[in-house]
């Protein structure tokens, strides 16, 4: 990760030189909160997990009420000219923290229970689809998906969600996704 990051600033400076100076910084303070919060025994991290949960949908819902629009995103919180954040990319480790207390606790063979579990990913994933990054979403929804894949959740469930992901990529190709979006689709 670290020979990887150094290298992107390098090539970052052969591009754009006056933003690598900065890109520096924040893989320096992004790297540091990432060792401190590892530190962290991971019963801590799951205490915290509700007001994290909670945090993230404000977040995520900020910039879609403030319409602070960057790259033709309300994804970004600005903060003064030099700070910015996207709350979407804490969407993954938050809601993983979540579920997996879930899977934990319940009854995977209770289709209410699964439903809950099914709810708990769709908000933030929902809220990051209307801004609409669609490139985080797409991340967002085969992480928290793999998880579900392996889970204890019967099949019948998952064929179930499958089948609802199948029409639900269908109406969003065919009604929602705009050219670009196919674009990136289909050129991946």
């Not at 089948?163 to 689709?185: C, E, H, N, S, T």
Request: charged share 10%; proline share 5%.
């Amino acid at each position: 990760m670290l020979i990887l990051s150094l290298l992107s600033v390098l090539l970052l400076k052969s591009v754009a030189p006056s933003l690598a100076a900065a890109q520096l910084v924040f893989f320096i303070l992004g790297f540091g909160l990432f060792w401190l919060v590892s530190r962290f025994p991971y019963e801590f991290l799951a205490r915290w997990r509700w007001i994290a949960y909670g945090v993230l949908i404000f977040l995520l819902l900020i910039p879609l009420v403030f319409h602070s629009i960057t790259r033709g995103i309300a994804g970004w919180i600005i903060i003064g000219n030099l700070f910015s954040i996207q709350p979407s990319q804490l969407a993954i480790p938050i809601v993983a923290l979540v579920i997996n207390d879930w899977f934990a606790r319940f009854n995977l063979k209770d289709l209410a229970k699964v439903g809950l579990i099914i709810a708990g990913i769709a908000l933030p994933g929902i809220l990051i689809l209307i801004e609409p990054d669609f490139g985080v979403f797409m991340i967002y929804a085969a992480s928290l998906g793999s998880l579900l894949f392996v889970s204890k959740i019967p099949f019948k469930f998952l064929g179930g969600m499958l089948a609802l992901v199948l029409v639900g990529g269908i109406v969003g190709w065919l009604f929602i996704l705009k050219p670009y979006q196919k674009d990136r689709i289909t050129s991946f």
